[in-house]
């Protein structure tokens, strides 16, 4: 099997490094018809950096992406809450934050997948604190098996990292993930992020709007130095 804090409302369930820059390679295959990402960042998003974000969801809605996030107060997921056509919450347990939504079940995959990926995972202080790392697992790889891995992450911190980093603060488990599987991250701290997402983006938009589907795993590993 393959996986900071925050607390709300809601019944806490309970549970008795990569370096690689993941956007290296151009796709080569179609995408198929289901196409998700994930979008997270830390907290105080500057306004400038929300409008990108809501930019690129709309971008992406043209072309029948998926969008997966969550419901972390104080971060970009208070302001992207029903702009995508297509979305999918992910929340630690039922009902956080007063929520509803059926990805909300941290299956023992993604409980295996927190433990791999946070270091002292099981020294940590409290129920809570696994089931925020579990439900990064889910989002960023699929929510029961974890067999279908966002296409890419995008993300905002203030140090701008793109892998794994102590500055990351909370982005830094989610961005371990999709380092672990070659997923490329892109954090808009940087400008010329959102241009190479873009190029990305647009490199494929014949792939994209494909109808026969495909393998999602070969876009993932196949980017081109370029990026």
């Known amino acids: ?23 290296q390679r151009k796709p080569q295959e179609p995408y198929s018809n289901y196409k998700p990402y994930v979008i997270a960042s830390n907290q105080n998003v500057p306004p400038e950096i929300v409008e990108q974000f809501k930019e690129i969801i709309y971008k992406l809605n043209a072309y029948g992406f998926t969008l997966r996030y969550s419901s972390m107060r104080g971060t970009i997921d208070d302001h992207i809450s029903g702009l995508a056509d297509k979305e999918e919450l992910y929340l630690p347990w039922k009902n956080f934050g007063d929520k509803d939504s059926p990805f909300n079940y941290n299956h023992p995959l993604s409980i295996e997948a927190a433990r791999e990926h946070q270091p002292g995972y099981d020294d940590l202080p409290n ?10 697992a889910r989002m960023m790889f699929g929510n029961k098996d974890l067999k279908s891995p966002a296409l890419f992450f995008i993300t905002w911190t203030e140090c701008g990292s793109t892998i794994r980093h102590s500055k990351m603060g909370n982005m830094a488990n989610p961005t371990s993930l999709a380092n ?11 400008p010329s992020d959102k241009e190479r997402l873009y190029k990305l983006i647009e ?25």
């Not at 099997?1 to 956007?23: I, M, Q, W």
């Not at 129920?127 to 990064?136: E, S």
């Not at 490199?203 to 990026?227: C, G, H, M, V």
């Open 203 to 227: 490199s494929n938009l014949d792939n994209a709007k494909e109808t026969k589907p495909s393998s999602n795993d070969s876009i993932r590993k196949s980017y081109n130095d370029d990026f």
């Open 127 to 136: 129920d809570k604190v696994k089931a925020f790392l579990a439900k990064n």
């Open 1 to 23: 099997s393959n996986y900071r804090s925050f607390s709300d409302k809601g019944d806490a369930p309970r549970y008795n490094n990569s370096n690689n820059r993941g956007f």
């Open 180 to 190: 672990s599987r070659f997923i490329p991250v892109f954090n808009l701290q940087n």
